[in-house]
């Protein structure tokens, strides 16, 4: 089945040790999307890359970074992770024109420590 | 600029009862329209959307939501709720530039 796979499901780092979670799809969407999710929170888009075309949001902080090398994967690195930065972080597609709407991974747990 | 509000935080019902939670948007054009429900731990799973047409949306798992444009809202409903659809319920818009804008959440309780 087409689908967006999140890797790892859980993921512990120590504070301030750069980390990187990584995001697939199968489903050829030209739009994925990195959002962070607190707890009890609802999520918040950090950035999304449009094809190649990277779009930061105003408010995410520049120790938050992504890299796309192609159509089927997107990476979030964490440059110096803090105890705020723990979260869920999603990843989500989506196909421009095309009404699919938007698909969500399982998420990736981040506790920092 | 375009927001979602879900006035419930927190909502118990008893297994068998019907279901309706509350969303209201600000939106300047007509909106896409979106729920997702999430379970602990979990990703979001899509329920159902409103692009266009029908404003009774039927969506998975007995869910349906029905647009009101008169007043800005796209309340999720269900007849009969079952217990494994304890979990949380977010709502959501289309914002300029194809980025989803959530409510805040909903979380469901059912009662045995």
């Known amino acids: 089945d087409a689908m967006v796979i999140q890797n790892p499901r859980y993921q512990v780092t120590q504070f301030g040790k750069p980390v990187t979670l990584s995001c697939s799809q199968t489903?050829?969407?030209?739009?994925m999307y990195w959002y962070q999710q607190k707890s009890s929170q609802a999520p918040k888009l950090l950035f999304h890359?449009?094809?190649?075309?990277?779009?930061n949001e105003a408010d995410t902080p520049d120790n938050f970074q992504s890299r796309r090398p192609n159509t089927s994967f997107c990476f979030l690195d964490i440059r110096s992770p803090g105890l705020g930065d723990a979260a869920m972080y999603l990843c989500?597609?989506?196909?421009?024109?095309?009404?699919?709407?938007?698909?969500f991974g399982s998420g990736t747990r981040l506790t920092v420590v | 600029a375009q927001s979602v509000t879900q006035p419930d935080i927190h909502i118990t019902v008893s297994e068998g009862a019907s279901l309706e939670l509350r969303c209201n948007y600000s939106?300047?054009?007509?909106?896409?329209l979106f729920w997702y429900v999430q379970s602990p731990g979990q990703g979001l799973q899509l329920l159902l959307k409103?692009?266009?047409?029908?404003?009774l949306v039927q969506g998975i798992k007995g869910f349906e939501a029905e647009f009101k444009r008169s007043q800005s809202s796209f309340n999720l409903r269900k007849p009969s709720v079952h217990w494994s659809d304890a979990a949380e319920y977010f709502c959501?818009?289309?914002?300029?530039?194809?980025?989803?804008?959530f409510g805040a959440g909903t979380i469901l309780r059912v009662k045995s």
């Open positions: 890359y449009y094809d190649k075309d990277f779009n």
């Open positions: 939106y300047g054009a007509t909106p896409y």
């Open positions: 409103y692009f266009s047409g029908d404003t």
């Open positions: 489903l050829n969407h030209n739009v």
């Open positions: 959501a818009v289309e914002k300029y530039g194809n980025k989803l804008v």
């Open positions: 989500a597609t989506s196909s421009i024109g095309r009404n699919y709407g938007y698909t």
